[in-house]
């Protein structure tokens, strides 16, 4: 069993920074691949970020690429999301999850409770 927390969320003006933080407890986070979600009003879900459980492989959605970087510290249980040049369509309830390296949601099995980020124009 795995549970997450998020944070690091908060209101930003374009092309301003902000680091998420995911903390896992359970013993096992180092055999998880870890994901980001993002969820804004009325649209899907959709994926964000992905790392590999040693962080040697990690993938991005073309929306993001180049502006957040995905990092993971196995020893604190921490997956950290780096999102620079932020632009008002990044504004979403951004979720970390725990499961297969994918970018698929169904391929997570455990997930945290979101934490909202806003960019203002």
């Known amino acids: 069993q795995v549970q997450l927390v998020e944070s690091g969320g908060g209101l930003v003006q374009a092309g301003g920074s902000l680091r998420l933080s995911c903390v896992a407890s359970g013993r096992t986070f180092s055999s998880y691949a870890m994901g980001w979600f993002r969820q804004a009003p009325g649209k899907e879900r959709e994926f964000v970020a992905a790392i590999s459980w040693s962080g040697g492989s990690t993938s991005y959605a073309a929306s993001v690429k180049g502006r957040f970087t995905i990092s993971r510290d196995n020893a604190k249980s921490t997956v950290y999301l780096q999102m620079n040049s932020l632009k008002p369509e990044d504004t979403a309830v951004y979720y970390c999850?725990?499961?297969?390296?994918?970018?698929?949601?169904?391929?997570?099995?455990?997930w945290g409770q979101g934490t909202q980020v806003t960019v203002s124009s």
């Open positions: 999850a725990a499961g297969a390296y994918s970018y698929i949601s169904s391929q997570y099995d455990y």
